[in-house]
């Protein structure tokens, strides 16, 4: 289960840069005396169905190095004292990011770049309640048309950061009339308390010497995010899609919050049905 940070697998996974130890920076860490910021396990080739057919990604899995040298300090505890079971629990603790990069990335002028946030009931149940899952699909498909991009999805951003159990709590909120900033706050937690700098280094890492993208998105933290590591963003290309009556509350609130929604795109939706 936890082969991967076996001694000698590791040591494999490096020599053949297949693991690679990034610094703040995004560069490649080649030697001692600099410390190791994040750890990037791949690529793995992952074919995707996109309606205009099946393309072939490049997962990256990044982790904090800090976080996976805590995990396996306490996981060679317990291959020695613990039971087996207590792996799988550990492994519940470690945020991992990944990235999926599509084409010569590095070579793209330009490429596209979509920083996703991971949201269970968009991204995998489908739920209408938010745009997440058709701007995560909408934006594989985009870049799989330009011929190289990447989309980074970050662990840990659910409900913009306060977790799912929360986000469930904010839903009934909002069910009661809040909107989604409201509800956050009700809680007493952060409107919005997602860090996104770990993104701007693991493509700092994949571009190269390459540092200019095109941001898909609407949300301006993002692209700030992107520029503080020193990323140039050449534009930010909005993706406005999957609006429907169950989620258009939802938006005009983000675009209130300064979001690049047009009003009109969010206005005159309609109200959803009562059943």
Same mark, same amino acid.
């Given at each position: 289960?936890?082969?991967?940070?076996?001694?000698?697998?590791?040591? $494999?996974?490096?020599? $053949?840069?297949?693991?690679?130890?990034?610094?703040?920076?995004?560069? =490649? /860490? #080649?030697?001692?005396?600099?410390?190791?910021? /994040?750890?990037?396990?791949?690529?793995?080739?992952? =074919? *995707?169905?996109?309606? /205009?057919?099946?393309?072939? &990604?490049?997962? !990256?899995?990044?982790? +904090?190095?800090?976080?996976?040298?805590?995990?396996?300090?306490?996981?060679?505890?317990?291959?020695?004292?613990?039971?087996?079971?207590? &792996?799988?629990?550990?492994?519940?603790?470690?945020?991992?990011?990944?990235?999926?990069?599509?084409?010569?990335?590095?070579?793209?002028?330009?490429?596209? %770049?979509?920083?996703?946030? #991971?949201?269970?009931?968009?991204?995998? &149940?489908?739920?209408?309640?938010? $745009?997440?899952?058709?701007?995560?699909?909408?934006?594989?498909?985009? *870049?799989?048309?330009?011929?190289?991009?990447?989309?980074? !999805?970050?662990?840990?951003?659910?409900?913009?950061?306060?977790?799912?159990?929360?986000?469930? /709590?904010?839903?009934?909120?909002? $069910?009661?009339?809040?909107?989604?900033?409201?509800?956050?706050?009700?809680?007493?937690?952060?409107?919005?308390? +997602?860090?996104?700098?770990?993104?701007?280094? %693991?493509?700092?890492?994949?571009?190269?010497? #390459?540092?200019?993208?095109?941001?898909?998105?609407?949300? =301006?933290?993002?692209?700030?995010?992107?520029?503080?590591?020193?990323?140039?963003?050449?534009?930010?290309? =909005?993706?406005? %899609?999957?609006?429907?009556? &169950?989620?258009?509350?939802?938006?005009?609130?983000?675009?209130?919050?300064?979001?690049?929604? @047009?009003?009109?795109?969010?206005?005159?939706?309609?109200? @959803?049905?009562?059943?």
């Amino acid at each position: 289960m936890f082969s991967y940070i076996d001694p000698s697998v590791k040591k $494999d996974l490096m020599r $053949d840069h297949k693991l690679v130890l990034i610094d703040e920076r995004g560069r =490649p /860490i #080649n030697g001692a005396g600099t410390s190791p910021f /994040i750890s990037i396990v791949g690529p793995v080739p992952l =074919p *995707i169905q996109l309606p /205009i057919g099946a393309r072939t &990604f490049l997962w !990256y899995a990044a982790v +904090r190095h800090s976080d996976l040298d805590r995990i396996e300090g306490v996981v060679n505890e317990v291959r020695e004292k613990g039971p087996r079971m207590l &792996f799988a629990l550990l492994a519940d603790h470690m945020a991992v990011n990944s990235a999926l990069v599509y084409g010569d990335f590095a070579a793209a002028d330009s490429p596209l %770049v979509r920083v996703h946030s #991971n949201c269970l009931t968009g991204d995998v &149940f489908g739920s209408m309640r938010c $745009d997440c899952g058709p701007q995560l699909q909408a934006a594989l498909e985009q *870049i799989a048309r330009h011929g190289a991009g990447a989309v980074i !999805y970050m662990a840990g951003h659910e409900g913009r950061g306060i977790g799912l159990w929360a986000k469930a /709590i904010t839903y009934l909120l909002q $069910d009661a009339g809040q909107d989604t900033y409201q509800a956050n706050e009700r809680l007493g937690l952060p409107t919005d308390s +997602r860090d996104f700098s770990d993104a701007g280094r %693991v493509l700092l890492y994949l571009l190269g010497g #390459n540092k200019r993208v095109r941001l898909l998105g609407n949300n =301006p933290l993002k692209r700030k995010a992107l520029e503080e590591v020193g990323i140039e963003v050449a534009a930010q290309v =909005p993706l406005v %899609v999957g609006v429907n009556p &169950f989620n258009a509350r939802y938006l005009d609130s983000k675009r209130e919050h300064g979001h690049l929604i @047009p009003l009109e795109a969010v206005r005159g939706v309609g109200k @959803p049905p009562t059943t």
